[in-house]
Protein backbone atom coordinates (compact mmCIF):
# COMPACT_ATOMS: atom_id res chain seq x y z
CA UNK A 1 0.00 0.00 0.00
CA UNK A 2 1.10 3.63 -0.73
CA UNK A 3 1.79 5.50 2.34
CA UNK A 4 2.91 8.91 2.96
CA UNK A 5 6.23 9.72 4.84
CA UNK A 6 6.83 12.85 6.17
CA UNK A 7 10.14 13.57 8.17
CA UNK A 8 11.17 16.52 10.38
CA UNK A 9 13.62 18.62 8.70
CA UNK A 10 15.81 18.85 12.11
CA UNK A 11 15.82 14.69 12.71
CA UNK A 12 14.08 12.21 14.67
CA UNK A 13 10.85 13.93 16.58
CA UNK A 14 11.80 13.74 20.62
CA UNK A 15 9.37 11.14 21.91
CA UNK A 16 7.83 13.66 24.35
CA UNK A 17 7.45 16.06 21.71
CA UNK A 18 5.64 13.29 19.48
CA UNK A 19 2.92 12.76 22.55
CA UNK A 20 2.58 16.37 22.95
CA UNK A 21 1.52 17.02 19.28
CA UNK A 22 -0.15 13.64 19.21
CA UNK A 23 -2.51 14.94 21.81
CA UNK A 24 -2.70 18.68 19.96
CA UNK A 25 -1.70 18.12 16.30
CA UNK A 26 -2.26 21.98 15.54
CA UNK A 27 -0.14 23.42 18.26
CA UNK A 28 2.88 25.65 16.88
CA UNK A 29 5.25 24.63 19.04
CA UNK A 30 8.47 26.58 17.47
CA UNK A 31 9.72 29.68 15.68
CA UNK A 32 9.81 27.44 11.95
CA UNK A 33 5.69 26.12 12.94
CA UNK A 34 5.09 30.06 13.28
CA UNK A 35 6.82 30.96 9.99
CA UNK A 36 4.52 27.85 8.10
CA UNK A 37 1.61 29.16 10.14
CA UNK A 38 2.18 32.58 8.96
CA UNK A 39 3.18 31.28 5.05
CA UNK A 40 -0.62 29.08 5.40
CA UNK A 41 -2.51 32.34 6.44
CA UNK A 42 -0.83 34.49 3.77
CA UNK A 43 -1.21 31.70 1.28
CA UNK A 44 -5.01 31.54 1.95
CA UNK A 45 -5.86 35.24 1.75
CA UNK A 46 -4.35 35.32 -1.97
CA UNK A 47 -6.37 32.48 -2.51
CA UNK A 48 -9.55 34.44 -1.63
CA UNK A 49 -8.54 37.74 -1.97
CA UNK A 50 -7.21 37.66 -5.78
CA UNK A 51 -10.65 35.53 -6.07
CA UNK A 52 -12.81 38.19 -4.28
CA UNK A 53 -10.82 40.88 -6.68
CA UNK A 54 -12.12 38.84 -9.96
CA UNK A 55 -15.51 38.93 -8.71
CA UNK A 56 -15.52 42.82 -8.60
CA UNK A 57 -13.68 42.85 -12.46
CA UNK A 58 -15.77 40.29 -13.48
CA UNK A 59 -19.05 42.52 -14.45
CA UNK A 60 -16.98 45.12 -16.07
CA UNK A 61 -15.42 42.14 -17.79
CA UNK A 62 -18.23 41.08 -19.30
CA UNK A 63 -19.42 44.18 -20.53
CA UNK A 64 -16.42 45.52 -22.20
CA UNK A 65 -15.26 42.18 -23.79
CA UNK A 66 -18.74 40.16 -24.11
CA UNK A 67 -20.26 36.92 -23.39
CA UNK A 68 -17.71 34.48 -25.46
CA UNK A 69 -14.25 36.79 -25.20
CA UNK A 70 -14.98 36.94 -21.09
CA UNK A 71 -15.11 33.36 -21.13
CA UNK A 72 -12.11 32.42 -23.00
CA UNK A 73 -10.58 35.07 -20.78
CA UNK A 74 -11.68 33.26 -18.13
CA UNK A 75 -10.47 30.03 -18.97
CA UNK A 76 -7.02 31.15 -19.43
CA UNK A 77 -6.99 33.24 -15.97
CA UNK A 78 -8.11 30.02 -14.20
CA UNK A 79 -5.66 28.06 -15.61
CA UNK A 80 -2.90 30.47 -15.55
CA UNK A 81 -3.51 31.34 -12.58
CA UNK A 82 -4.42 27.89 -10.81
CA UNK A 83 -0.66 26.90 -12.20
CA UNK A 84 0.78 30.00 -10.73
CA UNK A 85 -0.88 29.62 -7.02
CA UNK A 86 0.40 25.77 -7.16
CA UNK A 87 3.79 26.78 -7.84
CA UNK A 88 3.61 29.31 -5.17
CA UNK A 89 2.62 26.42 -2.48
CA UNK A 90 5.57 24.76 -3.53
CA UNK A 91 7.91 27.53 -3.34
CA UNK A 92 6.81 28.12 0.25
CA UNK A 93 7.19 24.60 0.96
CA UNK A 94 3.60 23.99 2.25
CA UNK A 95 2.84 21.34 -0.15
CA UNK A 96 4.80 18.81 -2.60
CA UNK A 97 2.40 17.97 -5.52
CA UNK A 98 3.21 14.97 -7.57
CA UNK A 99 0.89 14.69 -11.07
CA UNK A 100 1.58 11.50 -12.95
CA UNK A 101 -0.46 11.74 -15.79
CA UNK A 102 -0.47 15.43 -16.33
CA UNK A 103 0.17 15.91 -20.18
CA UNK A 104 -2.63 12.56 -20.66
CA UNK A 105 -4.99 14.64 -19.16
CA UNK A 106 -4.09 17.94 -21.05
CA UNK A 107 -5.13 15.99 -24.26
CA UNK A 108 -8.76 15.04 -23.42
CA UNK A 109 -11.69 16.33 -25.31
CA UNK A 110 -15.00 16.11 -24.51
CA UNK A 111 -14.65 14.27 -21.49
CA UNK A 112 -15.94 13.83 -18.18
CA UNK A 113 -12.90 14.27 -15.10
CA UNK A 114 -14.42 12.79 -12.08
CA UNK A 115 -11.65 13.05 -9.20
CA UNK A 116 -12.13 11.95 -5.31
CA UNK A 117 -12.56 15.22 -3.75
CA UNK A 118 -10.15 15.09 -0.08
CA UNK A 119 -9.28 18.58 -0.05
CA UNK A 120 -10.84 22.34 -0.98
CA UNK A 121 -7.77 22.80 -3.64
CA UNK A 122 -8.49 19.64 -5.21
CA UNK A 123 -10.25 21.78 -8.87
CA UNK A 124 -6.60 24.29 -8.52
CA UNK A 125 -4.63 20.85 -8.79
CA UNK A 126 -6.67 20.16 -11.75
CA UNK A 127 -8.06 22.87 -13.31
CA UNK A 128 -4.65 24.20 -14.39
CA UNK A 129 -3.61 20.91 -16.39
CA UNK A 130 -7.42 20.56 -17.77
CA UNK A 131 -7.72 21.93 -21.06
CA UNK A 132 -11.23 23.73 -22.19
CA UNK A 133 -12.32 23.06 -18.40
CA UNK A 134 -16.04 23.78 -16.86
CA UNK A 135 -16.31 22.97 -13.26
CA UNK A 136 -19.67 21.87 -11.89
CA UNK A 137 -19.74 23.50 -9.09
CA UNK A 138 -22.43 23.42 -5.94
CA UNK A 139 -24.59 26.31 -6.00
CA UNK A 140 -23.55 27.99 -2.78
CA UNK A 141 -20.09 28.31 -3.86
CA UNK A 142 -21.06 30.10 -6.80
CA UNK A 143 -22.71 32.74 -4.81
CA UNK A 144 -19.25 33.03 -3.12
CA UNK A 145 -17.39 35.95 -3.82
CA UNK A 146 -14.64 34.52 -3.47
CA UNK A 147 -15.63 31.97 -6.13
CA UNK A 148 -18.50 33.40 -8.29
CA UNK A 149 -16.78 36.16 -10.26
CA UNK A 150 -14.28 33.67 -11.64
CA UNK A 151 -16.29 30.66 -12.12
CA UNK A 152 -19.32 32.61 -13.92
CA UNK A 153 -16.20 34.43 -16.08
CA UNK A 154 -15.30 30.99 -16.80
CA UNK A 155 -18.35 29.97 -17.72
CA UNK A 156 -18.66 27.20 -14.84
CA UNK A 157 -21.97 25.69 -13.91
CA UNK A 158 -23.97 24.67 -10.85
CA UNK A 159 -25.30 21.50 -10.05
CA UNK A 160 -28.78 22.38 -9.28
CA UNK A 161 -30.37 23.18 -12.07
CA UNK A 162 -32.00 19.34 -13.14
CA UNK A 163 -32.81 19.37 -16.76
CA UNK A 164 -31.34 22.18 -17.13
CA UNK A 165 -27.98 21.38 -16.19
CA UNK A 166 -27.98 17.67 -17.57
CA UNK A 167 -28.38 20.14 -21.00
CA UNK A 168 -25.95 22.36 -20.37
CA UNK A 169 -23.37 19.24 -20.05
CA UNK A 170 -24.70 17.99 -22.86
CA UNK A 171 -23.82 21.47 -24.51
CA UNK A 172 -20.57 21.59 -23.58
CA UNK A 173 -19.36 17.83 -24.04
CA UNK A 174 -20.25 18.29 -27.48
CA UNK A 175 -18.47 22.08 -28.47
CA UNK A 176 -15.55 19.60 -26.76
CA UNK A 177 -14.97 20.84 -23.17
CA UNK A 178 -14.36 18.58 -20.96
CA UNK A 179 -16.30 18.73 -17.40
CA UNK A 180 -14.57 18.57 -13.99
CA UNK A 181 -17.15 16.89 -11.67
CA UNK A 182 -16.70 15.18 -8.28
CA UNK A 183 -18.94 12.66 -7.62
CA UNK A 184 -18.65 13.18 -3.99
CA UNK A 185 -20.47 16.31 -4.07
CA UNK A 186 -18.45 17.41 -1.22
CA UNK A 187 -15.09 17.08 0.16
CA UNK A 188 -14.71 13.60 1.81
CA UNK A 189 -15.70 13.28 5.33
CA UNK A 190 -13.12 12.67 7.81
CA UNK A 191 -14.26 9.11 8.90
CA UNK A 192 -15.63 8.05 5.19
CA UNK A 193 -14.68 5.05 3.86
CA UNK A 194 -12.13 5.73 1.29
CA UNK A 195 -14.84 8.44 -0.55
CA UNK A 196 -18.42 9.54 0.33
CA UNK A 197 -21.07 8.11 -1.33
CA UNK A 198 -21.42 9.49 -4.97
CA UNK A 199 -24.09 11.34 -6.58
CA UNK A 200 -25.70 10.06 -10.07
CA UNK A 201 -25.52 13.76 -11.80
CA UNK A 202 -22.57 12.96 -13.19
CA UNK A 203 -23.52 9.08 -14.36
CA UNK A 204 -26.49 10.45 -15.56
CA UNK A 205 -24.33 13.19 -17.93
CA UNK A 206 -22.27 9.98 -19.16
CA UNK A 207 -25.69 7.99 -19.73
CA UNK A 208 -27.08 10.42 -21.93
CA UNK A 209 -24.20 12.03 -23.87
CA UNK A 210 -21.95 9.08 -24.58
CA UNK A 211 -19.19 10.89 -22.69
CA UNK A 212 -16.32 8.98 -21.47
CA UNK A 213 -15.42 9.02 -17.53
CA UNK A 214 -11.97 9.87 -16.94
CA UNK A 215 -10.93 8.55 -12.86
CA UNK A 216 -8.74 10.61 -11.76
CA UNK A 217 -7.21 9.52 -8.08
CA UNK A 218 -5.72 12.11 -5.20
CA UNK A 219 -3.66 10.58 -2.67
CA UNK A 220 -2.88 13.29 0.14
CA UNK A 221 -1.15 13.59 3.42
CA UNK A 222 -2.71 15.36 6.50
CA UNK A 223 -6.66 16.63 6.78
CA UNK A 224 -5.94 20.15 5.57
CA UNK A 225 -8.76 22.17 4.06
CA UNK A 226 -10.75 19.09 4.68
CA UNK A 227 -14.22 18.36 5.40
CA UNK A 228 -15.26 19.28 9.32
CA UNK A 229 -11.66 20.88 9.81
CA UNK A 230 -11.52 25.02 9.98
CA UNK A 231 -10.52 26.79 7.75
CA UNK A 232 -7.64 28.06 9.93
CA UNK A 233 -6.39 25.32 11.48
CA UNK A 234 -2.65 24.93 11.72
CA UNK A 235 -1.04 22.15 9.07
CA UNK A 236 1.53 19.74 9.28
CA UNK A 237 3.61 20.37 6.02
CA UNK A 238 4.54 19.99 4.05
CA UNK A 239 1.35 18.40 3.11
CA UNK A 240 1.77 15.99 0.53
CA UNK A 241 -0.11 15.79 -2.77
CA UNK A 242 0.05 12.95 -5.41
CA UNK A 243 -2.38 13.00 -8.52
CA UNK A 244 -2.67 9.61 -10.89
CA UNK A 245 -5.00 8.97 -13.50
CA UNK A 246 -7.26 5.94 -13.42
CA UNK A 247 -9.19 3.56 -15.74
CA UNK A 248 -11.82 5.47 -18.35
CA UNK A 249 -15.32 4.68 -18.07
CA UNK A 250 -18.41 4.32 -20.36
CA UNK A 251 -21.66 3.89 -19.86
CA UNK A 252 -23.03 0.31 -20.93
CA UNK A 253 -25.88 -0.46 -22.87
CA UNK A 254 -28.83 -0.13 -20.94
CA UNK A 255 -27.06 0.71 -17.58
CA UNK A 256 -28.81 3.29 -16.07
CA UNK A 257 -27.37 6.39 -14.02
CA UNK A 258 -27.62 4.89 -10.49
CA UNK A 259 -25.51 1.86 -11.64
CA UNK A 260 -22.93 3.66 -13.31
CA UNK A 261 -22.48 5.83 -10.06
CA UNK A 262 -22.62 2.62 -8.00
CA UNK A 263 -20.15 1.04 -10.63
CA UNK A 264 -17.51 4.01 -10.44
CA UNK A 265 -18.22 4.06 -6.16
CA UNK A 266 -17.12 0.64 -5.95
CA UNK A 267 -14.11 1.33 -8.23
CA UNK A 268 -13.21 4.18 -5.66
CA UNK A 269 -13.40 2.56 -2.56
CA UNK A 270 -11.42 -0.34 -4.04
CA UNK A 271 -8.38 1.46 -4.36
CA UNK A 272 -8.47 4.44 -2.14
CA UNK A 273 -7.86 4.25 2.09
CA UNK A 274 -8.57 6.12 4.60
CA UNK A 275 -5.41 5.99 6.22
CA UNK A 276 -6.99 7.92 9.23
CA UNK A 277 -4.16 11.18 8.96
CA UNK A 278 -4.59 10.59 5.07
CA UNK A 279 -6.23 9.80 1.93
CA UNK A 280 -3.87 6.87 0.10
CA UNK A 281 -3.71 4.73 -2.97
CA UNK A 282 -4.06 1.15 -1.47
CA UNK A 283 -2.07 0.01 -4.84
CA UNK A 284 -0.07 1.08 -7.53
CA UNK A 285 -2.68 2.40 -10.31
CA UNK A 286 -0.53 3.93 -12.51
CA UNK A 287 -0.51 1.04 -15.26
CA UNK A 288 -4.21 2.11 -15.01
CA UNK A 289 -3.68 5.22 -16.53
CA UNK A 290 -2.99 3.92 -19.98
CA UNK A 291 -0.22 4.54 -21.97
CA UNK A 292 1.91 5.06 -18.67
CA UNK A 293 1.92 8.65 -18.24
CA UNK A 294 5.32 10.23 -16.64
CA UNK A 295 5.17 12.84 -13.57
CA UNK A 296 5.05 15.98 -14.03
CA UNK A 297 6.04 18.88 -11.24
Known sequence: ???????????????????????????????RDFWNYLLQLVSLGIFFGLGFALTLAAPGLRFLLGKRRSRALGAVIMQRGFLLYSWWLRTAGLFRITFAGAEDLSRLRGTIVAPNHPGLLDAVFLLGHLPRAVCVMRASLMRNPSFSGAAQLAGFITNDRGPGLIRQCREKLSAGDNLLIFPEGTRTRQYANGVNSFKHGFALAAVLTGAPIQTVFIERSGRYLGKEIKLLTAAKVPIEIRIVLGKTFRAAPG?????????????FRAQLVN???????ARETTSLAGSGPSPSR
Open 1 to 31: MHTFKIESQHGAEHPESAAARAQNPDRIGSA
Open 275 to 281: TGSGIAL
Open 255 to 267: ESAKDLSQRLEAY
